[in-house]
Every structure is written in C-alpha cells, then in structure tokens.
C-alpha cells in the first residue's frame, strides 16, 4: 500500500490518508485508525499534505522520538483505542528530500476484534472508510459488527416467543422430500416433522416450557414471509429479469407479493429455475439417463446459496438477484465475514449462517469446505466468459457478485476497428450503467425533507466531490432532485 519510490504518484484513496502532523499527533488520526480498521486496512502517512491537485508533498516533523512515544501511548490505551492492531514493524519513518516522514500501516481487524472505536464508545467512536474519508458508523453498523462477533451466527437463536405453526408445512414436506430424494433412505426418513426439524436445526428445546421452539433458522427456511418480519423488519428478497429494454421487468419474484410463501427455500428453488433455463446444456448420457446439470448449473447454485447463507436479514434492501441477456448479479446485506481477499483465495468456510448452511447442504447444495468462490471463478474461466466480480459496499454493508456471459473471446476476435467500436460502445454502456446505479443509490439514501450536502452525498458513493456533483445536476434535470442555495452552500433534497 505504500512504497517510497512511488510517493509523487499516490493520491489519498480508501487505502492511504496524509496527515499534516506539524504540531503533534493529530485527533483525526484515531478515527482514520479506526476506519481502516474496520475496513481494509490502509496507510496513515503524517507529516504529509495534500496540493490543491490531489498530489503530495512534505511538511516534515517535529521531534519524531517524542511523536512515536506518543502514539505508543494512545494506541495502547483503551480509553483512545479500543484495539491495537499494531506491531513494531507496522510503523516506519523514511526520508523524503529534507523532511522525515512517519508511515503507520493499519491491518484490517479480524471479526472478533471489530468493532474497533476510540474514545471509549463503541456507538460513538466507530468509523469506517469510504472513498478518501472516514465516515461516523451508524448503530446499525455497530450491531451489524457485533453479530458477526460470535461462533454462534444469528440464525441459530431459539425464538421463544414463536411456535411451530409459524412454520409452512407445505414447504417443510417439500423439503423433506428433496432431502430423500438426495440421502435415499436416510436414518431421519421415518422421524415425524417436530422431530425432523430439530435434527436439522429448525427448532430446539427451550428450557423454561420443555417444549420445541423454531430457531431463526427454521423460520426463515420454512416461515411464511409475513411471519419472517416479526424477527427480521427488514427481511425482503427480490428476483428480477430484464431481458427486453423496451419493458421494465420480463419477470419479478418479490417475497412480499402475498402469492407465494416468501420464505428462503421456496426462493431458493423459484429463482434458481429462472436463474438457468436459458444456459444451454449440451448432449451427455449417463448409462441411458440424459444428464443436464453441468459445471455452470452447479456454479450458479453454489452462488445463490452463498448469497443467501452469507445475508444479515437485519439489514435494509435485501436480497437482490438481477437477471438480464449478458449475466447474472447477486446482491445480499452484509460486509464479507472473512475478508474479500480470504474469500477469493478459499480454504476458509465462515458462513454468516451456520444452520441455514447445513440444511442446504443436506439437500446437495453449497460447499462447506470454503471452496465456493474459487470454484465459480474456475468454472467461469473454463468457459471464457469475463471473470466473475466482487464488490463489498458499506454504509449499508453489501456484498455483490456479478457473473458474466460475455466471451472474452468473441472481443478479442473481432477485427482491430470493430473491436475499438465495441470497446468504445462498451464503455459507453458500462459508464450509464454505473451513472444510473449511484444515481439509485443516491435518492435509496435521501430521506424526505432533508436537504444533504455534496459531501454528505459524496461519502455514500465513496466518489470524489466533483463526481458527485455531477450526478446531482443529472437528478436534478430528471425532475427527481431539488437545488437550493448558492454555489457554495448548496443543498440537494428529493422531491
């Protein structure tokens, strides 16, 4: 994240921050502490500033040694800092022209040890980086770092003030038989429903009444969605196609429509259905059995169930799967439990939800052995298309994973002219896609009469001010934005 040599070429970011540092250690410096922390880690530079062009130069310090005791100091008192992340080999002074600089590398924290806060308040003192600034953590945000503390995930709770008859049966029945159909005459294929459930983790004993309870588990696989809400407000998935831009949606499977159960397992096997029928399956017997589930059916499964296993359903917008000719997108709430970079390189399973892991995997589907992602981008490359995409978002915490169906092929063999235009009106496409995403983030954010500043708008998108304002003018042509005030205390507010 930092090199000498490249220090005239570096620009702040959400990985480096420059501190000017002249007259002591700076109270700012905490909170870009904490924020790394709690994201990816990044680099603290001080004795640093910033030219009005973004680039860099060298303000130097003053009396280093009293300097570094003094970060010393703070970083291991729990009343500035509630975590030290750091050892000796993490802070390095190097030489710049006539000036010394002091380099502090910040690792990102693991899960049990976020959130990490200064000030001795974990709801008052928790950042996190977006864009080139470090943003306050909502108590949503904390709650959210908190949960994912624990062994035990949240969908193991007992929930003792709900019964069994919050439980469709229906689909219950409909699991147990995908269950048999895969485990032929499994030991539990004779156990009646109650009993059932509590082997795989739907329900459980509580103490007080002797009697079975469902776990959240058990109600969000089996539960009806308006059931659900009674644990999880915010609970909501959504299936939507878009094959033909001339109509909004070709298809849309929405939890809360009222038709159907609403509930995870009944999505699962609905969305997933749509997800594949168009993928072609070439001729392939087993003995005389034609088998049609290939690599990319069984890659597409892992990545619906990951999606789901991995949400935190106490966090706003849902689950979100998008469908259109060129890929599939997948969205789910909630940061990556292990990390962005462990979850790329597989090896490790940290799934958010434990029990509700289990009872796909029951039925054959998802991988235990943290090899899911890995073997998605596997499959992918085997059949040419462009790597597969994965984007953490914050402020909501968001996973998305895009897959592609675009050969890389079919661009490379077209001729040099050809292949300028299609980059050309690719780009050109990309550009509008990303435009008309954070212009929908943007107004999902805006609260009615609430008038927002560019910066405040700025860090949602973790985009630069000019960008940002930008975007805000684009709303405000489409009739969706206001504009008041003069040009340097504008305010923007949704209509």
């Known amino acids: 994240m930092f090199e000498l040599s490249k220090f005239n070429e570096y620009r702040e970011d959400n990985r480096r921050e420059v501190k000017r540092a002249r007259n002591g250690l700076p109270d700012s410096l905490w909170s870009t502490y904490s924020a790394f922390a709690n994201c990816y880690g990044g680099v603290i530079i001080l004795g640093v500033e910033e030219n009005e062009d973004g680039g860099w130069h060298t303000t130097g310090l003053q009396g280093e040694g009293k300097l570094l005791k003094d970060f010393w100091n703070n970083v291991n008192n729990p009343q500035k800092v509630s975590h030290n992340l750091l050892s000796e080999q993490d802070i390095q002074m190097h030489q710049v022209g006539e000036n010394t600089i002091m380099v502090v590398h910040v690792p990102a924290a693991k899960r049990g040890q976020k959130p990490v806060y200064i000030g001795g308040d974990m709801f008052k003192g928790t950042y996190r980086r977006n864009g080139e600034g470090d943003y306050h953590c909502t108590s949503g945000e904390v709650k959210a770092m908190l949960r994912d503390q624990t062994d035990d995930t949240m969908d193991m709770k007992l929930l003792e003030n709900m019964q069994m008859d919050v439980l469709n049966m229906e689909t219950v029945h409909a699991y147990r ?3 048999m159909a895969y485990r032929r005459e499994h030991v539990w ?8 459930l509590e082997r795989i ?11 079975l309870h469902p776990t959240a588990a058990g109600l969000l696989m089996f539960g009806d969605e ?3 809400l009674y644990e999880y407000p915010e609970y909501f998935l959504d299936f939507r196609e878009l094959l033909d831009p001339e109509i909004r949606w070709t298809d849309r499977l929405q939890s809360s429509s009222g038709d159907w159960s609403g509930n995870l397992f009944d999505f699962f096997f609905r969305v997933y259905g749509k997800l594949v029928k ?12 034609r088998v ?26 849902g689950v979100v799967i998008k469908k259109d000719p060129d890929g599939i997108v997948l969205e789910n709430p909630g940061s990556i439990r292990t990390g962005k970079k462990q979850m790329l390189k597989g090896g490790i399973s940290d799934p958010r939800n434990k029990a509700l892991m289990k009872m796909f995997n029951m039925i054959g589907i998802g991988e235990r052995a943290g090899s899911g992602v890995p073997d998605i981008y596997t499959v992918w490359e085997s059949q040419g298309w462009i790597e597969p995409q994965v984007i953490e978002e914050y402020s909501p915490d968001r996973t998305i994973l895009k897959l592609s169906f675009v050969s890389i092929k079919s661009l490379k063999a077209s001729p040099k002219s050809d292949r300028k235009k299609v980059t050309e009106k690719s780009d050109r496409k990309k550009v509008t896609e990303k435009t008309q995403v954070q212009k929908e983030i943007i107004l999902s954010k805006m609260q009615p009469n609430t008038k927002y500043k560019v910066e405040e708008v700025a860090v949602w998108l973790g985009i630069g001010r000019t960008r940002t304002r930008d975007l805000l003018k684009l709303l405000v042509n489409d009739g969706k934005v206001t504009e008041t005030g003069t040009t340097k205390m504008k305010r923007y507010q949704i209509r």
Do not use: M, S, W
């Open 177 to 179: 038989n995908r269950h």
């Open 189 to 196: 294929e004779q156990l009646g429903d109650a009993d059932y």
């Open 292 to 317: 049609d589930d290939t690599h990319v059916h069984k890659a597409i499964r892992e990545a619906l169930a990951n999606c789901i296993v991995n949400t935190d359903f106490y966090l706003p917008r």
């Open 278 to 289: 168009d993928i072609k399956v070439p001729f392939k017997l087993d003995g005389v059995v």
């Open 226 to 228: 308006y059931k659900i």
């Open 201 to 211: 983790g739907a329900a459980r004993l509580f103490r007080t009444d002797g009697l």
